[in-house]
């Protein structure tokens, strides 16, 4: 099992990443822009919920006001 940390601060973009399939754990809530492909999604996650995250390839950026703190847990 590999547990990933991840934060960033208003503002942050990432560059062009893939994640296996991953069990998503949002520490606190946040709004990003997802990109791939070409497109782009605007995403808005409240603090505390896990979610399945299949496997993708994206690059992000947040676009709100707080910090983003996520856990990602997969293989």
């Known amino acids: 099992m ?3 940390v991840y934060t ?3 503002g942050h973009k990432t560059t062009g990443h893939s994640h296996p399939d991953s ?3 949002t520490a606190s809530a946040f709004r ?3 990109s ?3 497109e782009h999604v605007d995403v ?3 603090a505390g919920p ?3 995250m299949a496997a993708q390839e994206h690059s992000g950026e947040n676009t709100g006001d707080t910090e983003t703190h996520t856990l ?3 293989t």
């Open 2 to 4: 590999r547990v990933l």
């Open 32 to 34: 990003r822009r997802l």
């Open 72 to 74: 990602l847990c997969g």
């Open 36 to 38: 791939s492909h070409g």
């Open 8 to 10: 960033d601060q208003p």
């Open 23 to 25: 069990v998503m754990i």
């Open 44 to 46: 808005e996650m409240p």
């Open 50 to 52: 896990a979610r399945w």
